[in-house]
């Protein structure tokens, strides 16, 4: 009697409990799942690591955790799928129909992957006693993972608008001046993808010209110019139109020949230019510029005589331009 009431206690003993046999899928977050295999040593857990990019829907990873767990005989199926600088954990335990998801927010990629590790861990070990864990859920539906805010967009150079602003200098060889016609320019520029529009002003400064016969007088040439280039790369290849203002002042004249008063003249300027850019930091560049210009109306310079009127010296109807600007440019 006493060997069998001990037979039958030992009959009525529970046998140990079988390892919880676990799918772990190896295409999300690498770092997670190693954390994940030192979180579960001490537990009752067997780990099979799957390899494989994840699916890129949660309907999709639950299908496949589904096949896995038929293909492996596991009682439990765990993905760890990235989200920023953040990482999502899921666990499926199909033979139930239950999903857990457990979103773990941003932070450096250590102390997340170890986050992701210990909420693996505490799901498994609530299956483990035989618990069930998260929600039920259809093989083919399952709730979304949050979703990551959309990203901003990024302007392309075909869609984006810029504005430039240069302040510079600017140098004409007009032959109105004995070291070229010198300028302060300023120049704005509007540009969407490869196409640009400006205007160009030039603010001139009285330079000296020997006009012969004993005549001395300053020149200054100022303008605006309104310019359209096409953008290769940081080259712009344009033609520009617009207005020049010549203002003499007479200087000196020889004997017998009174100096008039200050005058200005209206001549029209077209042209082809060559800009080159370069940017120096963000926001910031230099710009140099060649072009040729065709003057309309280029004034002449003249005395009076008893005899008539005599030429002295003329501003070229053809002239090549100089310039070299500082930009900054908005965004």
Do not use: C
Not at 86 to 99: C, N, S
Not at 139 to 149: D, G, I, R, S, W
Not at 284 to 310: K, N, R, S
Request: proline content about 6%; glycine content about 12%.
């Amino acid at each position: 009697m006493r060997v069998l009431a001990i037979a039958a206690i030992l009959s009525a003993a529970p046998a140990a409990a079988a390892p919880l046999s676990v799918v772990v899928r190896g295409g999300g977050d690498a770092l997670a799942v190693e954390r994940l295999e030192g979180q579960v040593a001490d537990l009752e857990v067997t780990l099979s690591i799957e390899p494989g990019a994840l699916e890129p829907t949660l309907d999709a990873q639950v299908v496949a955790a589904t096949r896995l767990a038929e293909l492996h005989g596991a009682r439990a199926v765990v993905w760890f799928v990235p989200r920023g600088k953040g990482v999502a954990v899921a666990i499926a335990t199909p033979a139930d129909h239950r999903l857990f998801v457990r979103e773990i927010p941003a932070a450096n990629a250590s102390a997340v992957a170890e986050a992701a590790a210990v909420a693996a861990r505490g799901a498994l070990r609530a299956i483990a006693l035989g618990g069930t864990i998260g929600v039920t859920v259809a093989v083919t539906v399952a709730a979304e993972l949050p979703a990551e805010p959309a990203p901003t967009p990024i302007r392309s150079p075909v869609d984006a608008t810029t504005i430039e602003a240069g302040l510079g200098w600017q140098v004409a060889l007009d032959g109105g001046a004995d070291r070229g016609a010198h300028a302060i320019t300023e120049r704005t520029t509007i540009a969407r993808g490869p196409w640009a529009t400006s205007l160009a002003l030039s603010f001139g400064l009285p330079l000296h010209r020997a006009a012969g016969q004993g005549v001395a007088l300053d020149l200054a040439r100022s303008g605006g110019v309104l310019g359209v280039a096409r953008r290769l790369g940081s080259i712009d290849l344009g033609v520009a139109a617009g207005v020049l203002l010549y203002h003499r002042t007479t200087l000196a004249t020889p004997d017998g020949l009174a100096p008039t008063p200050g005058a200005s003249s209206v001549a029209f300027v077209g042209g082809l230019e060559v800009i080159w850019r370069a940017r120096l930091w963000d926001h910031v560049g230099v710009a140099a510029e060649a072009g040729l210009d065709l003057v309309a109306g280029a004034p002449e310079l003249a005395v009076a005589t008893g005899g008539g009127i005599e030429t002295v010296g003329q501003v070229r109807a053809i002239q090549g331009r100089f310039a070299l600007w500082l930009l900054a440019s908005l965004p």
